[in-house]
Structure formats: C-alpha cells, structure tokens
C-alpha cells in the first residue's frame, strides 16, 4: 500500500509494480491539482501513479483514502484482506502540510495548528499497522507485514 503524490514515495510504487507486485496506491489525489501547499499545486494522483505500476509489470490499484480517517483506513485494509488475503508490505508516507508551514518564519511564531503533521503523519502509520497485522496474523506462513515509513526525495 502506497499513498501517492509526484514525490518519492510515486519512485517506491514504482520499484514494488517492477518486482511484479500489487501495490494499493491510495490518497486523496484523484485528479491532478487535488493536493496542494498555499499556492502550489502538487502534481500526481492516485491514478496516474497505479498506471505506472501496473505499466512496469504490477498490479497498480487506486483507492481513494483519506488518511486521517480512521474508518476509511480500516475499510481499506478490510478490502485488500478480501482481494489479497495478506498484505505483505505496508508503505507509508502520509502527511498533513498546513499552509502556514512554507510561510517565513521560525516555527514557534507559526500556529500551533501545524500539530496536525504529526496527528496525521506519524498517527496514521501507527493505524495502518495497527489495521494491517490482524489479517495477516491468522497464517502462521506469512509473517506480519513490516511497516516502514518512507520518505520523498
């Protein structure tokens, strides 16, 4: 599972379809422009990055998934349980960027709204993973998937 953007973690979903993977991109980027900071529109959808996948030889799936939605993540991993039966590799590189954050400025004049980087951020990997090992703990062949938080470059 991948959320996406034109960033690195696109690089990563990437690598996963060329190894002949299925790989579950998921975001809130379904169409270009949806995501952006102040002014700048991010580039990249879900869409575009699960075509990629499966253009290398994978399985690209996009899945719309607000990461900090608690009950959108768990219908998802409740959806890849049913297609899949496991999950082999968890990737994870959701954020929240508030607008405020590429302002000038030392952090501490900046709102302390900005906490939401981290309730999404690091919150969210602790859920997926959380979400993640029940359906795989049930095989005793497959070992829980491995959660690992991935950077862009």
């Known amino acids: 599972m991948s959320p996406s953007h034109s960033t690195g973690i696109a690089v990563v979903a ?30 990249g959808t879900i869409h575009a990055t699960a075509a990629v996948v499966t253009a290398v030889g994978g399985r690209g799936i996009a899945v719309h998934c607000d990461h900090a939605d608690d009950a959108q993540v768990e219908a998802l991993f409740e959806r890849v349980g049913r297609e899949q039966g496991r999950l082999d590799v968890l990737v994870n590189n959701a954020i929240y960027i508030d607008d405020s954050l590429i302002e000038p400025g030392p952090f501490w004049t900046k709102p302390r709204s900005q906490v939401r980087i981290l309730e999404v951020g690091l919150r969210s990997s602790y859920i997926a993973a959380h979400c993640a090992a029940p359906p795989n703990s049930a095989s005793r062949s497959h070992p829980r998937p491995r959660p690992h938080k991935c950077l862009g470059r």
């Open 14 to 43: 990437e690598a996963l379809g060329a190894a002949g993977l299925t790989v579950y991109v998921t975001g809130r980027s379904e169409q270009e422009g949806d995501c952006r900071v102040g002014d700048a529109r991010l580039g």
